[in-house]
Structure formats: C-alpha cells, structure tokens
C-alpha cells in the first residue's frame, strides 16, 4: 500500500489491498480510466482486471498501458459476464482489502485512500460506497443530468454501492459466495449488496470517494 509523497495518511494496518475491475469494448474510455488510477494519491499493492472479451482494441491498449504501473498489475482475458469478471479479478488477486472499479468511470485522486479508509481503521466496518457523480460532457448526458438533480446522501444503512466505486473485505465478498454469475447482464452489484444486508453486514458510505461516470 503505497502513499504518495507529501501525503499524511498511510495504511498502517498491514492489511494488503488491491484494486479490481472489469471491462468489456472501453477503448474510448480506458486510457482515460488507466490515467486516473495512475493519479491515485494513494496506492495499493496490486491490481488486477479482467477484459471480458474485447473486439474494439481495449485488450490491446490495456496491455501497452499497464506496462507502466508502479503497483504489479496482473491481466486476464476470459469470455464472461460481469460478475465472472469481479470474481476472476479478486481470485486473481490475494489482497484482504477489495476496491472495485469500472473502465467507464473515472475516480478522483483521493478516491482510492478514502473507498479503502474506513475498512483500515475500523475492523466492523464490512463494505464501504462512494458518491457517483454523473459526467456531463455533452448535451444527452447535460440533459440526464438537469432530470437526475442533486441526489441525497444515503445513510450507512442504506447505502448500495455500485461496484464502479465500493470496497469491502475478501471475507465479506466470500460470505455471500462472490457475484451472482447467473445474472448475466446487469444489477450483480445490487443483488451482491441486499445478499450482505441479509447477513447482517455493516455497510458504511463514505462522500469524499468519489467517482465520476458516463452514462
């Protein structure tokens, strides 16, 4: 876990972290997403991320990029859905702190320190959200933002987080057996939070991680 220089907060837990993510046709989006993780303040041990069977290139460009990394990075290429994904990624990595993100998402330079903070000071605390913020870039996506409006803050115990920006422990993501991978298409992160609430976890959400995505 690596802090940069001239920056207060370390892990001193011992605790090892990693980042995950999933990504499927990003080639527009991926240099953009790689370049917000290299301006992580805050750093983890390793990352790991699944290309779930790219046909515009994204492969490809992922492989030159993470030629330079100051973390290891370990890649995979697998046909699969995007729960298969997550669970490749994290089995991929033996970090006992998970972020997750997505390629069509871009976090801010503190997003990392802050999604993985709680975890690291406060060992009841089971699985950590940050605010999504919607990227208006150009005029739909200006438009969807003027009807979505300023969405409130979830309490602790209602937040569900979005797999774009969440951490939790390698034992909580065991618990409920990983992502549901029969769900082949979407909501596998949703579905994954109300399995956690049903076992009792302690979810916490934490604003100052936040994730900026396009629609």
């Not at 499927?24 to 301006?39: L, T």
């Not at 069977?53 to 990075?73: C, H, K, N, Y």
Request: hydrophobic share 40%; glycine share 8%.
């Amino acid at each position: 876990f690596l802090s940069r220089p001239g920056k207060p907060w370390q892990n001193c837990s011992g605790m090892k972290t990693a980042i995950i993510a999933t990504l499927f046709n990003e080639a527009d989006n991926v240099s953009r997403w790689w370049n917000c993780i290299q301006k992580q303040t805050v750093l983890p041990d390793e990352i790991a991320i699944v290309d779930g069977g790219s046909t515009d290139g994204t492969w490809e460009l992922l492989q030159a990029l993470t030629r330079q990394s100051p973390v290891p990075v370990r890649l995979k290429q697998q046909c699969c859905n995007i729960a298969g994904g997550r669970n490749l990624a994290i089995k991929m990595t033996g970090a006992e702190i998970i972020a997750s993100s997505d390629a069509g998402s871009f976090p801010d330079p503190n997003w990392f320190g802050e999604i993985t903070r709680p975890l690291l000071e406060n060992e009841a605390t089971d699985i950590i959200g940050g605010k999504n913020v919607l990227l208006a870039e150009n005029e739909f996506q200006k438009f969807v933002e003027s009807l979505e409006g300023e969405p409130a803050e979830p309490k602790d115990d209602e937040m569900n987080g979005s797999a774009r920006n969440t951490a939790y422990r390698r034992t909580t993501w065991a618990d409920v057996g990983g992502y549901p991978e029969w769900l082949t298409l979407t909501a596998e992160d949703a579905l994954f939070n109300l399995q956690l609430y049903k076992l009792g976890k302690k979810f916490s959400y934490n604003p100052a991680a936040v994730v900026r995505w396009k629609i």
